[in-house]
Nanobody, 120 residues
Framework: QVQLVESGGGLVQAGGSLRLSCAAS????????MGWYRRAPGKERELVAHISSGGNTNYADSVKGRFTLSRDNAKNMVYLQMNGLKVEDTAVYYCYTRVRTMSMRTNESWGQGTQVTVSS
């Protein structure tokens, strides 16, 4: 059982910054991929960014140059630094992980979500 606990959402003005954190726990072999997805009102859930255990990152085009994803493998934590926030970044942000279980299977898990609201 994997648990993801998110923190750091809130309300910010356009141009401001927020930092999201996610702590992962559970009896798994490895947290191979960690990252964030988001769902804006009336839209499908979309990838924001993810990072491998080796530090390789992948960002959505819409956040490149503004958001920075990092992880602490020793603590099983992932951080999303969001700068230059825009109104269109308003969404519920979900922490995500793809793990390798003790039986070497692949599983995906999602957090409960944290609201990010950017005002104009």
């Amino acid at each position: 059982q994997v648990q993801l606990v998110e923190s750091g959402g809130g309300l910010v003005q356009a141009g401001g910054s927020l930092r999201l954190s996610c702590a992962a726990s559970g009896r798994v072999f490895s947290f191979d991929l960690m990252g964030w997805y988001r769902r804006a009102p009336g839209k499908e859930r979309e990838l924001v960014a993810h990072i491998s255990s080796g530090g390789n990152t992948n960002y959505a085009d819409s956040v490149k140059g503004r958001f920075t994803l990092s992880r602490d493998n020793a603590k099983n934590m992932v951080y999303l630094q969001m700068n230059g926030l825009k109104v269109e970044d308003t969404a519920v942000y979900y922490c995500y992980t793809r793990v390798r279980t003790m039986s070497m299977r692949t599983n995906e898990s999602w957090g409960q979500g944290t609201q990010v609201t950017v005002s104009s």
